[in-house]
């Protein structure tokens, strides 16, 4: 069986927050700064990759 790629959310933020979603299938709620540099996060939890609007790793803003 596959499994499913980690999900990704591109933000506005330098600071962002994932508990996993799903209530109690989740997990606990942890904070994460996005490196200027790399311009993404992924959460230790879920694998979540956080990526910041505009920054090195949007790929919309590649062009």
């Given amino acids: ?3 499913d ?3 990704t959310e591109v933000v506005t933020k330098t600071r962002v927050a994932c508990d996993g979603g799903g209530g109690a299938q989740g ?3 942890v ?5 200027e540099d790399t311009g993404y996060v ?4 879920c694998d979540k990759k956080f990526i910041l ?6 790929a919309g803003s590649q062009g």
């Fill in 1 to 3: 069986m596959p499994l």
């Fill in 5 to 7: 790629a980690p999900e």
């Fill in 27 to 29: 997990h606990p709620r």
């Fill in 31 to 35: 904070w994460y700064s996005i490196p």
């Fill in 42 to 45: 992924e959460c230790g939890y």
């Fill in 53 to 58: 609007k505009g920054g090195p790793a949007d």
